[in-house]
């Protein structure tokens, strides 16, 4: 039949499916090479959503290691692994003795050759299937399969097709490649554009980098136009690029100089990961890694995992890149206009990373809201962002109408500064995750993040190392205890959590029945306030996880938390390390564990390892000296 269009979406695997599928496949021993091997080819990782290009990717690499073969680092050297494994199984050929398709010897060179120009001849007519009876009889080695056609009237037919399109694609390509240059430069004259053609081309840069017909000089001829460039190097790879730059151009260049590997590394890099959805800058980028990178986002139809980190990354680059990101995609008349299913526009951001100095600010205000709408996570993790970043930080937040976690962590906001950062924040109701460490934040921005807490269904809220007084986490406390049923986990650490202060946390405990995780260490927490907390632990049935590490009491609280855990039947973990809670507060935590079988995890500090030496050993003990 004929093909409408390739441009469907295919539900195929999730991340979790496709780990599962080669954990099966490929020997345990080779699982942690075989995900090294994805990490730096992000252009083959990114297809493997697709269960027969998965089935393709892990019996190449199990091939490659048997015949201590390199593994392929392109498209067109995995399709030429898989044509040789196929021609190995089918026509019984020692791929050690070829080395190239013009050695297969015969008559399996002239079978494979009638393969090519019938995947060619079916890329030309955009034909999908066909039956014996249309062409010659042949031998398909291996590269098709048969499937029954059903029609009206009961009637069947026997019908056969290529594996999988990429393979008809690129044995169209092995077909071209065998032509004279004369033929070759023809065929890209007259199908260069065409969409039916997009992966042969591809395909053929990585089979012979246009050597016949001219190199890339003529490949500049017939698909670009260069009469407005004025460049010194318009028959390179660099003439490309800038020509790239300057013009909107698709992506095709730019994907047959990566297949060709006629390229330099740095560049070679970035465009594998621009075919990919996931990407993570080096400490600088060239203005050529941010047009490939911009670009190859815009134009990929998926949800992007984009971390620029580094202090060379500088307002040049980050200016090219979002130009590059914000030009509108021009496609061809045969592609609909089609919303992608993950947001209203193809190629957008989903998690943003952007641990760079000064410039994560400006990178986001520069973005479009149909860009910035999209954005679930932010982190912006020493970033350096003072109180004058903060506030220029308040509009591209508000207009984050899809963000569910932002972390602002180690950055000098300074008091006010969250101020203006969470006021911005007020209308995002997908928003549950605030983590704040480390930012020097008040009173006043705490009053702010109560706000937050009222009107926003937060479950995490991180405000650590910022050494709070007591008024300002009593005012969290009485949030929590009063306006909030969403919060799961809490990190107060490095506050100074006052007798009251543990008094409103018992009380919230008693109210709200939603906190799974309390992060309290080094917050000079007193046997008293351990007092406090134990007496409602007893009875409480959501909180798993406690962290008291560093704290200022002794045995007299470890005996309080040890006769409670005799009656809690919750909490799976609990960390006392750095604690002075002496012999007796140690052996009365360690007796709580032979009626308490819910505590999965106890950490203990390790001075006093000797007493759970003398008995059996429990092993859900464990001792450490730090968090």
Known sequence: GKCNSRHIEILGFLPEDVKQYYQQVISADDVLDFEDYLSVNPHIMGMMYIPLFCAIVTEVYGYCKLAAKSTPNTMTELYTSLCFILLMREANIRTTAVSSFDSLPEPTNREFRKVCRVAFQMVQTQTASFTP??????????????????????????????LHHTVQEFLAAVHISKLSGTKQKELLEIHYEQFNFVYV??????????????????????????????????ATTTGIMELAVVRDITMCGLHWLYESQDIHETDFKILGASTATKFRSPNALTPFDCLALGTGIVRSWCPWELTLSGDQIKEDEIKILVSAMTKPVIEPEWIEPTPCEFGSVPGHIRKLDLCIEKCGVLFLSMLPNEQISNITELQMRRSNLDLVAAIELKEPLKNMESLEIINLSYNPLREGGAVHVVQAMLGLEWLSE??????????PDCASICSLLKRNKL????????????????????????????????????????????NSLA???????????????????????????AEVLSDQTTVLKMDLTGNKFGGKGATCLANCFKENRCVEEIILCKNAIGEEGTQALIDCLQVNPTLRELKLPEEYQKLGERGQMDERIKWSSHI
């Open 201 to 234: 081309w591809r395909f053929f840069a990585g089979l012979t980098k246009f050597k016949a017909i001219g190199g890339w000089k003529t490949v500049q001829e017939i698909c670009f136009d260069c009469s407005e460039i004025e460049t010194k190097n318009k």
């Open 434 to 443: 605030l983590h704040l460490r480390d930012t020097e934040i008040g009173f």
């Open 133 to 162: 009876e249309s062409l010659d009889t042949f031998n398909h080695l291996g590269f098709m399969h048969s499937f029954v056609e059903l029609y009206a009237v009961h009637k069947t037919s026997v019908s056969y097709c290529f």
């Open 459 to 502: 479950t995490l809220l991180d405000v650590s190392e910022n050494n709070l007084s007591p008024d300002s986490i009593s005012l969290i406390l009485d949030t929590l205890k009063n306006q909030n049923e969403s919060l799961k986990t809490i990190n107060l650490s490095c506050s100074d959590c006052s007798p009251a202060c543990m």
């Open 507 to 533: 009380l919230v405990l008693e109210k709200n029945w939603t906190l799974e995780a309390l992060y309290l260490w080094d917050c000079g927490i007193t046997d008293g306030g351990i007092a406090s907390l």
